[in-house]
């Protein structure tokens, strides 16, 4: 079976940093994304990781653990925009289709 | 270069009544998906088109929902006779190649189902 879980919501304060982690459970692997999606908005891009390790972008990086079927997102310095939905994906490379997991509301306090 | 487009952005329907959705993909892609979210849940794959093909349709319910990429003209989907259970979010991506690396997202048709 394939399963996808995250946390449903988490609380961060401005200027601090969150872990937002997903652990997932496919038959077929062939990377793992993580989407930013806004209330009522398309989800954009944000990272894609395919080999373990860890990938930075800015304030934003991304890490991954086949053999542990792990991966985490972490958002530095955080700022009241980054209050989004983050979407933890899977790609399965049996079929290129891409299982979404249901996402973590992010709410960022002043 | 515009990027995905969908319309209508908000689609009301009475219950029976047929939805139409299309989605323009970005130029120069020929490879369609489509997601359905409902509130507070993940987006669920639907379904995964080329032109004037479906190469993957497991996720679409086997009644009521269709969907095409023609040759010409935009992508849709299509549900008929529609019930309140498919009030929802559908997005629609597209990627140049079939790689889900490069899916981008149209901002989405928001169907309520009355």
């Known amino acids: 079976g394939q399963n996808i879980d995250q946390p449903t919501e988490m609380t961060a304060t401005e200027g601090a940093i969150v872990q937002i982690n997903c652990t997932y459970q496919?038959?077929?692997?062939?990377?793992l994304f993580w989407y930013q999606q806004h209330a009522g908005e398309a989800p954009t891009f944000l990272s894609y990781?395919?080999?373990?390790g860890l990938e930075e972008k800015g304030r934003f990086s991304s890490f991954l653990s086949r053999s542990k079927g792990y991966s985490y997102l972490l958002l530095k310095e955080l700022q009241m925009k980054d209050s989004a939905s983050y979407l933890c994906a899977v790609s399965d490379d049996r079929d290129d289709k891409i299982i979404f997991g249901k996402g973590t509301r992010l709410h960022i306090l002043p | 270069n515009a990027g995905v487009m969908q319309n209508p952005r908000h689609l009301v329907r009475r219950r029976g009544q047929e939805a139409r959705l299309r989605c323009s993909p970005m130029?120069?892609?020929?490879?369609v998906y489509w997601y359905r979210q409902l509130p507070e849940e993940g987006l669920k794959f639907m379904v995964y088109?080329?032109?004037?093909?479906?190469?993957?349709e497991s996720g679409m319910p086997k009644e009521r929902f269709s969907a095409e990429f023609p040759k010409e003209g935009p992508s849709i989907l299509r549900i008929q006779q529609v019930v309140r259970g498919d009030s929802a979010a559908y997005f629609c991506?597209?990627?140049?190649?079939?790689?889900?690396?490069?899916?981008?997202f149209g901002p989405g048709t928001r169907l309520t189902v009355t």
């Open positions: 496919t038959s077929g692997f062939n990377g």
């Open positions: 990781n395919v080999l373990d």
């Open positions: 088109l080329q032109k004037e093909n479906i190469i993957d």
């Open positions: 991506a597209s990627s140049e190649s079939g790689s889900p690396y490069e899916q981008y």
């Open positions: 130029k120069g892609h020929s490879h």
